[in-house]
């Protein structure tokens, strides 16, 4: 069974500041692992999607990177600012139909 | 893509109530899931349709679950003898691709309250 932990669980920084959050999985058998943002009571937002035979994706600020063999990935957020307060959460597809989700980490970015 | 579509936001019910959820999910889409959040969690995998067909379902979905997705376009699913453990979030996501390059498009998610 695929268990995704993601650390920390809450992170608090001032505006401006790099994000660096954290995701691993147990089993490197992997179709992709996507990243997720979202926003209290909200549904989820899809941010950056890689596939397991690419080590890292960029869209605009952010960056995901993804090292299969060691079951992790990481996602940078750079010059943070308020409006990127959210929970982040990552997802593995270990199989054809079956996301795996972390717990995810809770942003706060402090004007 | 006009997004996935949930109704109803909200539903507050009694204990022993059935209830019933609808998804619309983007056109031509040929897939759909349910997952379901707890507080403090992340989304938990309940079942999913490849056009009309349900090819799997979690442990997670017990008998008093059922989905379906009638001509391969929206989906209900519905929860019968509603208990205070079935309250959470059931999110539908839909998406047209398979294997690596699948994204999942979430819709907003209806908030189940069992009083």
């Known amino acids: 069974k695929q268990e995704v932990t993601q650390i920390p669980a809450a992170l608090s920084v001032p505006e401006g500041e790099n994000l660096v959050l954290n995701c691993s999985f147990t089993?490197?058998?992997?179709?992709?692992l996507q990243w997720f943002r979202q926003d209290p009571g909200k549904g989820l937002t899809s941010l950056l999607l890689?596939?397991?035979?690419?080590r890292e994706q960029t869209s605009g600020r952010l960056n995901a990177s993804l090292d299969k063999s060691s079951g992790r990935s990481t996602l940078y957020i750079a010059a943070s600012q308020p409006g990127d307060s959210a929970t982040y959460l990552c997802?593995?597809?270990?199989?054809?139909?079956?996301?795996?989700f972390g717990a995810g980490t809770t942003v706060t970015v402090r004007a | 893509d006009t997004g996935v579509s949930q109704n109803p936001r909200h539903k507050i019910t009694k204990r022993g109530q059935n209830v019933t959820f609808r998804c619309d999910p983007i056109?031509?889409?040929?897939?759909l899931y349910w997952y379901r959040q707890t507080l403090g969690q992340g989304p938990e995998f309940l079942t999913y349709?490849?056009?009309?067909?349900?090819?799997?379902k979690s442990r997670l979905l017990s008998d008093r679950f059922s989905a379906e997705r009638p001509k391969g376009s929206f989906s209900t699913l519905e929860i019968q003898r509603t208990e205070q453990g079935d309250s959470a979030m059931y999110l539908c996501?839909?998406?047209?691709?398979?294997?690596?390059?699948?994204?999942?498009?979430f819709g907003s998610g209806t908030q189940l309250s069992v009083l």
């Open positions: 996501a839909s998406s047209r691709e398979e294997g690596s390059n699948e994204k999942l498009f």
């Open positions: 089993d490197s058998a992997i179709y992709n």
């Open positions: 890689i596939q397991s035979s690419q």
């Open positions: 997802a593995v597809k270990s199989n054809d139909y079956k996301l795996s």
């Open positions: 056109s031509e889409h040929n897939r």
């Open positions: 349709f490849q056009n009309e067909a349900q090819l799997e």
